[in-house]
Nanobody, 115 residues
Framework: QVHLMESGGGLVQAGGSLRLSCAAS????????MGWYRQAPGKQRELVAA???????KYADSVKGRFTISGDNAKKTVYLQMNSLKPEDTAVYYC?????????WGQGTQVTVSS
């Protein structure tokens, strides 16, 4: 059983910053990648950012230059630093872990950006 504990969501004004954290625990085969997805009301879940076991990263075009993903392998934790937040960033943010066999999801954390 793998558990992903997310934290750091909240309400912020446009232009502000938030930092999301996701800590993984349990029987993890091998972390291939960890990342963040988001889902706004009425929209599909979309990739925000991912970090791979080799250190490479991937970002959605809409967040490039504003968001930074980082990871701590020893703590099995991934972070998402979100700067210059915009109202369109409002969504539930979900942590994802790919252990090469199965994908796991966190329960989600709400991020709301007011204009």
């Amino acid at each position: 059983q793998v558990h992903l504990m997310e934290s750091g969501g909240g309400l912020v004004q446009a232009g502000g910053s938030l930092r999301l954290s996701c800590a993984a625990s349990g029987s993890i085969f091998r972390i291939n990648a960890m990342g963040w997805y988001r889902q706004a009301p009425g929209k599909q879940r979309e990739l925000v950012a991912a970090i791979f076991s080799g250190g490479g990263t991937k970002y959605a075009d809409s967040v490039k230059g504003r968001f930074t993903i980082s990871g701590d392998n020893a703590k099995k934790t991934v972070y998402l630093q979100m700067n210059s937040l915009k109202p369109e960033d409002t969504a539930v943010y979900y942590c994802n872990l790919d252990d090469s066999l199965v994908g796991y999801w966190g329960q989600g954390t709400q991020v709301t950006v007011s204009s």
